[in-house]
């Protein structure tokens, strides 16, 4: 599971990239959840295989990556 916390911040876009760059996983918390909820959004990836994958959150204040390792 990915835990994105959102706290003060209008998170508009999650998505998921593997090492190739392709998506595996998006979700708009904005459309999906009617905004993004203060105790944040779970992303499932059970379904994904282990290795490394990107996750890009964009927000009204720009873009973060980050680095997840599943084992």
């Not at 909820?37 to 379904?47: A, E, L, Q, R, T």
């Not at 290795?51 to 890009?56: D, P, Q």
Request: proline content about 4%; aromatic content about 6%.
């Amino acid at each position: 599971m990915i835990n994105v916390q959102c706290l003060m911040i209008n998170v508009q876009n999650i998505e998921i990239f593997d090492v190739f760059g392709r998506v595996v996983g998006a979700i708009n918390p904005l459309q999906k959840l009617e905004g993004c909820p203060k105790d944040g959004v779970v992303i499932n990836i059970s379904h994904l295989p282990a290795g490394v994958y990107f996750v890009k959150i964009t927000t009204e204040n720009g873009m973060i990556t980050k680095k997840v390792i599943k084992k």
